[in-house]
Each structure stands twice: as C-alpha cells, then as structure tokens.
C-alpha cells in the first residue's frame, strides 16, 4: 500500500503518491485512491483535479458499485508524457523512447567496437533525435534523457560536469562530461547511470518487480554488474556503484595460483568476448538472436561457457540472499531468455545442497521482464521514476537532484 503524509512539504509528495496509486493500481476511483493511500476525500479530490488539469491522469470509464451516481474511473494519460533512454556499451548502443506507461514507442540500435567519447556521443545525439522525430513528439513532453554505462562509475554531482567511466571496460573514457556534452547538443535534463542499477529501477518501474518491496537485480553484458531495491527505492551505495558482482575476486589456491583465467567473477560473464570467440571459431554470433540459435542447437561452446558461468555464480547469489534478504532475485541483461532459463534450472538444481538446512525461505528467482532492452527500458525510466516516483528524500528536503515535479504541468504546491 501507497501511503500518503501530512508532514511539512508533503503536497509534493501526495501528488506523487496519488499518481504512483493510479499507475499501478488504475483505473480507480477517487473513493478507491483515497482507501489505498489513507488520505482525506477532499485531499484526493484536490490533488486528482491538478493532475487532470495538467493532463497527467484522465477519466477513463464509469463505475457502478451501489446506489447511486456511478464512480469515475481515473487513469494514466500515457502519452502526458514521454522520456528517452540510451543503453550503451563497448559494443552495442540501443536508443528507446517510452511513453508514460512505459511502452516502448521507437526503438533504434547499433553495433559499435569501442568507439572514442566523441564518435560515442555524437551519435547519441543522433539517435535521440530520430527517435523523437519517427515517433512524432513534441519536444516540450520530453521529460528527459537516461544514460546507462557500464560501471562502476563515479559520477560528479548532479552528474552535470566529470562523469569518469571505469577504464578497463571503455579505455579512453576517463573524466568524459558525457552528461553536459549530451545536455548541450539536445537542450533536453540529462541523467546518467550504470546499465545494471538502471534496469533494476526499470524492473521496479515497470515490470515484475512493481510490487515488489526488496529485489536484487542480476545484469549480464560485457560484464557483470547489480542493482539492488530497498523498500522501493534504488539503493546506490557510497559511491553509487552498490551492486556491481562483477568485481568479486575469483577464488585462488592456497599456493596463490589462480583457479581462473580471470581475477574477477565479471569475465565469466563478458558476452562481447563470447561472441568474438564464437566468430573466430567460424560461426554466425554477431546478435543476441544469434547466441540464442547456437544455444538451441547445443553449441558446445555456448554450453560450457553457461554451464561455467553458473557455476561460478552460485556462491555469490547465495551471499545475495544471506546478506540482503531479497523477496526475489531478478536476472536479465544481454542474454537470451533461453539461456536465463536453463541458468535458473541449472541453480535450482544445485542450491540446495549449497543452502543450510535451517534455511526454510529463500528469494524467487525471476527472469526480468525487458529482456535484452532492459537497461534502456531502464534508464528511459529515470527521468520520469525521478519526476513523479514518490521518494522519501522528498521529505527530508533532499531533492535539489531531483527534477522539478510538475514544472512542465505548470502545477504549484
């Protein structure tokens, strides 16, 4: 349940909790938004006119449920408002635009090989601007732009000025003002993130995780990375990198040698390099539908390379639930679903004797919801979760990161 306030700045926050109710529970009526949030009739009232006003909720039908007049029933205007989202790697770069449901209404992709800061946010650009154009939106409900790097990164604050992506997976990279460059080539907020953090706020936003109160997100790319969700909300960490699997040393000997050929869990997971050892080995593996074929025929290169990768995940799955406690545990990212599948099959099989036999409850395991456009889903989430999500800092008069509400609705208060 979505609960409303009555403290010192909580108008804002009402807005949003009325919202957020009608997204996920809509269409309902304003007796039924003021049960599920415990706010006043009259609040409710006021708040939904603002949001009608503004054009962010609409009437969708009428409702009979006793005597008298019939209910209104209050929805989501998906198209009030609309976000943008680039997910982008050392090989790959997929730009989305979503309406304010998010529905993916363009989409464009393109393979890349390392590009330089300059080659990489040039055609960012580009690509913005198709995908606004094809789609036909007015510029003026764009709420945004999300940009989703691998990480770890350390992002300046507000992410407007020095935004240094980790060098070993894009070198080159180091101290990019990724967002100001962005920001002034489109004149549109700007907001950056890692890939993984930002398909978990996705999931949370849109998909199985929405009622969901604590997740851990499990993402697969040229790497291996994490995000987690607390009482719903992201939780980022320190440095903003909580999460990040990858970097976890592979296990030594005692005599100090290595058990792998990488230091860290994250090689086992690069999905780039498979494919670059699948292409040399003369077979077709230039796209995630590709991998997915070579799956299906039992590659057994492919195999092995899950069948290692799973393995080596498993203790640090189980760190995951030991230490977060999470109600599920979501995997997506650039793998085929078939091979997530199997993955799971393959974890489900092994746990058990991995588990403690106190353990009574574990997390469900879940393939996320977007699939291989899970990070731009993601990130095409972040300027508008950002906008109208509720969020504690709200509250605690933390918000100066945050966009302004409903500056664009011309709603005050």
């Not at 039908?61 to 989202?85: C, E, F, H, K, T």
């Not at 789609?135 to 507000?158: C, H, K, N, Q, T």
């Not at 086992?268 to 230039?286: D, H």
Request: neutral net charge; contains cysteine.
């Amino acid at each position: 349940m979505l609960v409303g306030t009555n403290l010192q700045y909580a108008n804002s926050y009402n807005n949003r909790i009325i919202l957020e109710t009608i997204r996920l529970y809509g269409p309902m009526s304003r007796v039924g938004i003021a049960r599920q949030t415990q706010l006043t009739a009259q609040t409710v009232t006021n708040i939904t006119k603002k949001l009608m006003k503004s054009g962010l909720i609409v009437e969708d039908s009428r409702q009979q449920s006793g005597p008298g007049a019939p209910s209104i029933l209050l929805r989501i205007n998906d198209s009030a408002a609309y976000s943008v989202g680039i997910d982008f790697d050392k090989d790959h770069l997929t730009t989305i635009l979503v309406n304010f449901n998010g529905k993916i209404c363009q989409k464009l992709t393109q393979d890349v090989h390392f590009p330089s800061p300059q080659e990489a946010i040039e055609l960012m650009a580009k690509m913005v601007n198709e995908v606004i154009e094809k789609a036909g939106v007015d510029r003026d409900i764009i709420w945004g732009l999300g940009v989703g790097l691998p990480g770890p990164l350390a992002i300046s604050e507000g992410s407007a000025s020095k935004n240094i992506v980790n060098p070993e997976a894009l070198p080159g990279w180091e101290n990019v003002p990724i967002v100001r460059e962005l920001e002034s080539r489109l004149h549109i907020p700007v907001i950056l993130e890692n890939n993984a953090s930002a398909a978990a706020i996705g999931e949370h936003w849109y998909g199985d995780g929405k009622m969901m109160k604590s997740f851990f997100y499990v993402y697969f790319g040229a790497g291996l990375g994490g995000g987690i969700v607390i009482n719903g909300q992201l939780y980022s960490g320190f440095t903003g990198n909580a999460g990040e699997l990858g970097y976890y040393p592979t296990p030594v000997f005692v005599d100090g040698s290595k058990k792998s050929e990488h230091d860290h869990l994250g090689g086992y997971f690069n999905v780039p390099l498979l494919q670059e050892k699948l292409r040399a080995m003369g077979y077709e593996a230039s796209s995630i539908a590709d991998l997915a074929e070579l799956y299906k025929m039992q590659n057994t290169v492919v195999t092995k390379w899950l069948d290692d990768a799973t393995r080596s995940l498993i203790p640090l799955i189980l760190a995951v639930e030991y230490m977060f406690d999470p109600e599920a545990i979501f995997f997506g990212g650039r793998l085929p679903d078939t091979m997530l599948r199997s993955m799971l099959v393959s974890m489900n099989d092994m746990m058990p004797e991995q588990r403690i036999a106190r353990k009574t409850e574990r997390p469900k395991y879940k393939i996320a919801s977007a699939g291989i456009d899970a990070a731009a889903l993601g990130v095409a989430s972040l300027p508008l979760y950002t906008s109208f999500a509720p969020q504690p800092k709200l509250l605690m008069k933390q918000s100066k990161l945050i966009l302004d509400t409903f500056s664009k609705s011309s709603m005050s208060g």
